[in-house]
């Protein structure tokens, strides 16, 4: 276990899931480093609103970074250089040739780079010469099965001087179904001399220790297994410093829930607080009994006060009707 204790574990972006809120409560049980939404390099060089409320960091996020996408270096350029450098609480940048997003993959962004290993040699370059500050290359395994080109991208990122790379071991044509190809991922390891960063299909713990074993990787990144499970980064810790770790209670599960609101209150309003946290309510309760029910009705509620009322009454249900037993 002693060659597991120096792996970084990162929190991936995910777009209408790790905002400010998410962010801070992913750092208070361990995460090594956190990332912004997804932001694109035009929005950020015409000052769209949106984008900048998304590049936004809290003064409580002390491990939080940029991730951008696009396609045209010399925007790229000009975004790193007038809105992300300038910002001394960011120290890194990711750029991501991964997502496997329609209307990103229209537009040759994202995964569609990788279709055009020139066009990535030109971004990488780019990136470097643009900035003192940490840079990651994040990709896929290729567009499809007989495309797969992750060692070629990957030594280009390394050629060029990007700091380490991440890689989801899935084409984009698999977007998120059937299983991360972990092989591939150690490929990529052994093939580069900078540190390569997993993704793929880690929800729990034991998924943690066979990635790491499998791949040889420099650390994991955690993306859909933290999804109402914010837990996972202190069940990995606890496992790195004691070779053990315990799952939180219901009741702690329903207090993360409440802190989640209260600190999301912070940055956004009731209405679209409420809104946005139905889906993590939804993914907090989904291992507990009798939770389909309560995540129907928290759809239908309106008010933070309404919702805090409703999950008090589901903590003494579970209480009565479980730990009693």
């Given at each position: 276990?002693?060659?597991?204790?120096?792996?970084?574990?990162?929190?991936?972006?995910?777009?209408?899931?790790?905002?400010?809120?998410?962010?801070i409560?992913?750092?208070?049980?361990?995460?090594?480093?956190?990332?912004?939404?997804?932001?694109?390099?035009n929005?950020?060089?015409?000052?769209?609103?949106?984008?900048?409320?998304?590049?936004?960091?809290?003064?409580?996020?002390?491990?939080?970074?940029?991730?951008?996408?696009?396609?045209?270096?010399?925007?790229?350029?000009?975004?790193?250089?007038?809105?992300?450098?300038?910002?001394?609480?960011?120290?890194?940048?990711?750029?991501?040739?991964?997502?496997?997003?329609p209307?990103?993959?229209?537009?040759?962004?994202?995964?569609?780079?990788?279709?055009?290993?020139?066009?990535?040699?030109?971004?990488?370059?780019?990136?470097?010469?643009?900035?003192d500050?940490?840079?990651?290359?994040?990709?896929?395994?290729?567009?499809?099965?007989?495309?797969?080109?992750?060692?070629?991208?990957?030594?280009?990122?390394e050629?060029?001087?990007?700091?380490?790379?991440?890689?989801?071991?899935?084409?984009?044509?698999?977007?998120?179904?059937?299983?991360?190809?972990?092989?591939?991922?150690?490929?990529?390891?052994?093939?580069?001399?900078?540190?390569?960063?997993?993704?793929?299909?880690?929800?729990?713990?034991?998924?943690?220790?066979?990635?790491?074993?499998?791949?040889?990787?420099?650390?994991?990144?955690?993306?859909?297994?933290?999804?109402?499970?914010?837990?996972?980064?202190?069940?990995?810790?606890?496992?790195?410093?004691?070779?053990?770790?315990?799952?939180?209670?219901?009741?702690?599960?329903?207090?993360?829930?409440?802190?989640?609101?209260?600190?999301?209150?912070?940055f956004?309003?009731?209405?679209?607080?409420?809104?946005?946290?139905?889906?993590?309510?939804?993914?907090?309760?989904?291992?507990?009994?009798?939770?389909?029910?309560?995540?129907?009705?928290?759809?239908?509620?309106?008010?933070?006060?309404?919702?805090?009322?409703?999950?008090?009454?589901?903590?003494?249900?579970?209480?009565?009707n479980?730990?009693?037993?």
């Amino acid at each position: 276990m002693s060659e597991l204790k120096n792996k970084e574990i990162l929190l991936a972006p995910l777009a209408g899931v790790t905002d400010n809120a998410f962010r801070i409560i992913c750092e208070k049980y361990g995460a090594d480093k956190t990332f912004t939404e997804m932001i694109s390099v035009n929005a950020l060089i015409y000052d769209n609103r949106q984008t900048n409320e998304l590049m936004y960091i809290s003064e409580k996020e002390k491990r939080a970074n940029i991730q951008i996408f696009g396609r045209d270096p010399e925007k790229i350029e000009r975004a790193i250089k007038e809105k992300i450098n300038p910002l001394e609480n960011v120290k890194e940048i990711s750029f991501n040739m991964g997502c496997p997003a329609p209307k990103i993959f229209k537009n040759g962004e994202g995964s569609a780079l990788m279709k055009d290993p020139n066009l990535v040699n030109e971004i990488t370059k780019t990136l470097v010469k643009s900035t003192d500050k940490r840079i990651n290359v994040k990709f896929r395994t290729g567009i499809d099965e007989l495309s797969k080109n992750f060692l070629e991208i990957g030594k280009i990122c390394e050629d060029n001087g990007i700091d380490y790379v991440i890689i989801h071991g899935r084409t984009r044509e698999q977007y998120y179904q059937g299983k991360a190809n972990w092989q591939d991922i150690k490929k990529l390891k052994e093939s580069l001399k900078i540190p390569v960063i997993a993704n793929g299909d880690v929800f729990t713990v034991e998924d943690f220790i066979e990635i790491m074993e499998t791949t040889k990787a420099d650390g994991v990144m955690l993306a859909r297994g933290i999804m109402g499970n914010p837990f996972l980064f202190k069940y990995i810790k606890d496992y790195l410093a004691n070779g053990t770790y315990k799952k939180v209670s219901y009741k702690e599960i329903i207090e993360q829930i409440k802190d989640q609101y209260e600190l999301t209150l912070k940055f956004k309003d009731e209405l679209l607080t409420v809104n946005q946290m139905r889906k993590h309510v939804g993914w907090y309760l989904k291992s507990l009994p009798n939770a389909t029910k309560i995540r129907a009705k928290v759809n239908t509620l309106k008010s933070k006060e309404e919702i805090f009322k409703l999950l008090d009454e589901y903590k003494n249900y579970l209480e009565v009707n479980y730990d009693r037993k």
